[in-house]
């Protein structure tokens, strides 16, 4: 199972970027999908979730309404569109996968996820 982020970049304060996290799981739709993030001597922190059919989706308080979370079951595509970005968004960005076996349920917690990507780099500067 390989999960490949990408879509990392520099950008100024205000501007937008969008990661893409491309999976190679066999029945992608029974997996929820998530995002998370890293800065420098911080712990992973929940950044979005969404269901594995997308219909249910979860943000952490610090991005709601800057950041959009989005799959494609037929690509095996996540993506997160992140707009309005921050400083205080700088960190390594990771995707994960978990099976669901509840249709609406997605997870929010790095421990309940079974698949990570490698991590792509997100950028602002003030």
């Known amino acids: 199972v390989q999960l490949q982020a990408s879509g990392g970049g520099s950008v100024q304060a205000g501007g937008s970027l969008r990661l893409s996290c491309l999976a190679s799981l066999r029945a992608f739709s029974v997996y929820g999908m998530g995002w998370f993030r890293q800065a420098p001597g911080k712990e992973r922190e929940f950044v979005a979730a969404?269901?594995?059919?997308?219909?249910?989706?979860g943000y952490a308080d610090s991005v709601k309404g800057r950041f959009t979370i989005s799959k494609d079951n037929g690509k095996n595509m996540v993506y997160l569109q992140m707009n309005s970005l921050k400083p205080e968004d700088t960190a390594v960005y990771y995707c994960?996968?978990?099976?669901?076996?509840?249709?609406?349920?997605?997870?929010?917690?790095?421990?309940?996820?079974?698949?990570w990507g490698q991590g792509t780099q997100v950028t602002v500067s003030s």
């Open positions: 994960a996968s978990s099976y669901v076996s509840r249709g609406g349920s997605y997870y929010t917690t790095p421990g309940e996820y079974d698949y």
């Open positions: 969404i269901s594995r059919s997308g219909g249910s989706t």
